[in-house]
Nanobody, 116 residues
Framework: VQLQASGGGLVPAGGSLRLSCAAS????????VGWYRQAPGKQRELVIG???????NYADSVKGRFTISRDNVKNTWDLQMNSLEPKDTAVYYC???????????WGQGTLVTVSS
């Protein structure tokens, strides 16, 4: 499975941005799809994920600001980011895990920069 992320860019603090990820295969049976991010000098961390049944898992830092949507027909999922803060600056990676125990698939990463 190949993942292609898009939609990153530069946005002022308080602004919004939408990231999209497209998978080369069908995702309808995938256990989890979502987004991770990695800021300079920090480890990659989960931002948000959504399971096959629609359950979501958020990092505390993005609750109330970020949402995820999943389209099992188009084999895509989007990350809507609102009220962006400079601390959200990072490379964002889309992620897919077909089964509970893996494997893990990653997109190429897209840079999001939030200016203060």
């Amino acid at each position: 499975v190949q993942l292609q992320a898009s939609g990153g860019g530069l946005v002022p603090a308080g602004g919004s941005l939408r990231l999209s990820c497209a998978a080369s295969g069908r995702i309808s049976s995938f256990n989890t799809v979502g987004w991770y991010r990695q800021a300079p000098g920090k480890q990659r961390e989960l931002v948000i994920g959504i399971t096959r049944d629609g359950s979501t898992n958020y990092a505390d830092s993005v609750k109330g600001r970020f949402t995820i949507s999943r389209d099992n027909v188009k084999n895509t999922w989007d990350l809507q980011m609102n009220s962006l803060e400079p601390k959200d600056t990072a490379v964002y990676y889309c992620h897919a895990r077909p089964f509970i125990l893996g494997p893990n698939y990653w997109g190429q990463g897209t840079l999001v920069t939030v200016s203060s």
